[in-house]
DNA sequence: TTGCTTTACGAAAACGTGGTAGTGTTGAAA
DNA sequence: TTTCAACACTACCACGTTTTCGTAAAGCAA
């Protein structure tokens, strides 16, 4: 068991100075083409790799981005994820990831573990706990020190910031356009509590929608879940009483839960309830029936968001302490997705 | 915009010196109270944190851990890595997350990239490619290094280290026998090409059950399925022939399209046709009807992992240089869920 | 020989921290 | 008065790099 060489022990062993070493192994002009060859064979004999950390502190660049998601289990953070580590791989990032489980102290905390030097920007998006209590000082502190941020989806209007989001709004509105179009008069909409800043302009799109065709808006038929285990009973209620012949979900697991519910009870999907799901995932791919979605590509976002970052980051270099605030908010196309949920 | 704060300027702002800032910090008896108590104000004030890269390079100890992984938008592997995240953070380590993509070349690159100090030890399962070619030379080198090493589910008997891993020939024996009890006689099994470990031994598995209960051996009814689109041709060929009556798959995807493919021919699950899919994952719960599954848990695979890693890390510190090797292979238990595709 | 430029390398600082060893002052005991 | 300990603090080193500056030796012209 050999520990990694360093340039001193290089050193050391050729009886040459630790600056020779560096520079040789850099291919200066400086140093004489003999000492150079010979410094650079025992390197690669050694298989000498700088050490990571003492460039970060000699750069103050740790070429490494952190994220804070709420979840990780998850298939649109999964894939969100994924589009980061592609483009920070692409530029020589690494990622480091925090889950916050949702709850506001474990996002305060990994990020104040990370805002110590052991990552040049954040991508993250809000925790449920962090958007109901509305503290965002973490992060304004984290902004303050001159460490970017990115956010996305689950993002505040009350942090300046880059952003990367869908227009959720509009997602929903077209998804219930389409509901509306086939025919559907009674549409409910299944959404989460209140304060997750995309359920509450889910909600603003479903309800311009029903508006704009001069549907009545009916607050019946809005169905708070906090929990997926209780949608079952609410859905098989609303259900029972023939409530609503299509039903627009925020997200694919209450889509889901809701066609399992319809099945039991005899009725047909999509004959007798047409569902639409927010968040194209797996399980709308996979289910019986397949599930119409509202695309929403995490992939995307990441990408965006990843681009964002470096881009932010790499400026700063430059511009050194000069940073200009022109945040840009960044909103990826959403489409729908018809499968075999909705007629 | 205020850059984090050092010990440095702190000293020079107090008019002191740097040690006496660092020991005022830590409650040292050396510093006299008044200017313990003024310096812990300032610092406070200004929100001083020591720099985690400066200790870092300090301790060389970098408190965060390197996982390699096939790909991240995956059930099974994204709760590991929960699992392995939650220890993680217990413990005062952040995780950095790298993908291989199942590519033997970028697994090298990425373990390259953070074995330069970067982390302090790597929990990794192997992507298809290096099981493929069977070289392992990276793993071998960081090993050597003396950097502790974890691996799990795909693993590989080339390699001397910690395993955490799921006894996979049991657990397919579990459930091939489960379907032979209910009566099923021609059992097929739907798995990915051989080099892939965990395909090799779940097949081993399924043979011993058949052969132990005097059930013949028919490589007919070994599908091997390298891309889950070819699936659904070979599958329907053989459902068109009843070449058999219950398959085991040796994951849910493969599952779930059997099923739908069953249903398009108007076969029956679990009726005409017993459906298992090894690891139990969202798809299973809510595909209809839900599947039985060997389940097979990533978080305590994560959590068993990342016990490990942290333990030989922090073995190290102490013994210095004089790791003892014994290294041990852990196996989670798995157990048979059943569902609704089986009777 | 003197003075100047090149060549080829070394010393040292810096990044931020923390521990060990050292230093100077004060007060009290011998 | 001398000596010694306690006190309160500073100096210095190490971690591994990169980089700026310095300089000795050699070469060359005058």
């Known amino acids: 068991m050999k520990r990694k060489i360093t340039l001193k022990q290089i050193a050391k062993e050729l009886d040459v100075s630790i600056s020779t070493v560096s520079k040789s192994l850099r291919n200066s002009l400086e140093i004489g083409e003999e000492t150079r060859l010979k410094v650079q064979a025992f390197a690669k004999f050694y298989n000498y790799k700088p050490n990571n950390i003492a460039l970060s502190l000699k750069n103050r660049k740790t070429k490494s981005i952190g994220i804070i998601i709420p979840e990780i289990v998850h298939y649109f953070f999964s894939t969100v994820i994924n589009g980061i580590e592609q483009v920070a791989n692409e530029h020589g990032y690494s990622v480091v990831i925090c889950v916050s489980d949702d709850s506001f102290d474990k996002e305060v905390l990994n990020m104040e573990m990370l805002a110590n030097g052991s990552i040049d920007g954040f991508i993250m998006s809000l925790s449920k706990e962090t958007q109901f209590k509305g503290d965002f000082h973490h992060i304004t502190e ?83 879940i906090e929990d997926v285990n209780t949608c079952e009973i609410t859905i098989s209620q609303l259900l029972h009483d023939r409530a609503f ?99």
């Open 142 to 224: 984290v902004i303050n020190q001159g460490m970017p941020v990115v956010m996305f989806d689950r993002v505040t209007n009350d942090i300046l910031c880059d952003k990367v989001i869908i227009d959720d709004k509009a997602a929903a509105y077209e998804a219930v356009q389409s509901l509306i179009d086939s025919g559907r008069k009674k549409i409910a909409l299944v959404t989460t509590v209140d304060y997750v800043s995309v359920g509450k302009l889910r909600t603003d799109g479903y309800e311009k929608a029903l508006l704009d065709n001069g549907l009545p808006f009916n607050e019946d038929l809005i169905i708070k």
């Open 245 to 343: 012949d299509a039903v627009f979900a925020v997200n694919e697991l209450f889509a889901v839960t809701i066609i399992k519910t319809a099945n039991k009870m005899g009725l047909k999907v999509p004959e007798d309830l047409a569902v639409i799901a927010f968040t194209d995932g797996i399980i709308s791919k996979y289910s019986t029936p397949t599930i119409t979605t509202v695309s929403q590509s995490g992939e995307k976002m990441g990408n965006k968001a990843a681009k964002m970052l470096i881009e932010r980051i790499e400026a700063e270099e430059d511009d050194d302490e000069e940073h200009n605030e022109n945040y840009i908010t960044e909103v990826i196309e959403t489409h729908l997705i018809k499968r075999e949920s909705t007629d």
